[in-house]
C-alpha cells in the first residue's frame, strides 16, 4: 500500500465522519471545510460525489492514470535482462555519461 493510498483512505475516513455531522447540523460547510483543510466549495463537491457514488466518488482519479513520464514495462525488462546476462558486475558509475 503505497502512501498516497493511505492518504486517500484516511482523507475519506475524515470526510465521511464530517459529512455525517454537517448532516446532522452539529457543523456548518465552512467549519468541516476548514477541518479538513479545503475551501467550502471543494467541500460541495466532495459532498455531491459523495452523495452520488459513495465512497468510491471521493477516490483520487489521478491514482489509477499511470505517469506520462514512466518508463514502459518492456523497456525495463530489456535492461534488466541486460544487465542480468551481459552485463553482470556492471555498476551505474559504468553507465552513466
Known sequence: M????????VRQM???ELYTRRQR?????????????????TFRRWSTR??????T???DRRLERASAR?????EVL???????????GWTVKHTRS
Not at 503505497?2 to 483512505?9: C, D, G, I, N, S
Not at 447540523?25 to 466549495?41: F, P
Not at 459523495?50 to 465512497?55: H, L, S, T
Not at 530489456?78 to 553482470?88: A, F, G, I, P, S
Request: net charge negative.
Open 2 to 9: 503505497t502512501r498516497a493510498t493511505v492518504l486517500q483512505e
Open 70 to 74: 514512466a518508463v514502459p514495462v518492456d
Open 57 to 59: 466518488g471521493l477516490a
Open 14 to 16: 475524515r470526510f465521511e
Open 25 to 41: 447540523r452539529e457543523l456548518t460547510m465552512t467549519e468541516a471545510a476548514e477541518m479538513l483543510g479545503i475551501t467550502e466549495q
Open 50 to 55: 459523495y452523495e452520488a457514488d459513495g465512497a
Open 78 to 88: 530489456q535492461m534488466v535482462t541486460l544487465y542480468e546476462t551481459r552485463y553482470t
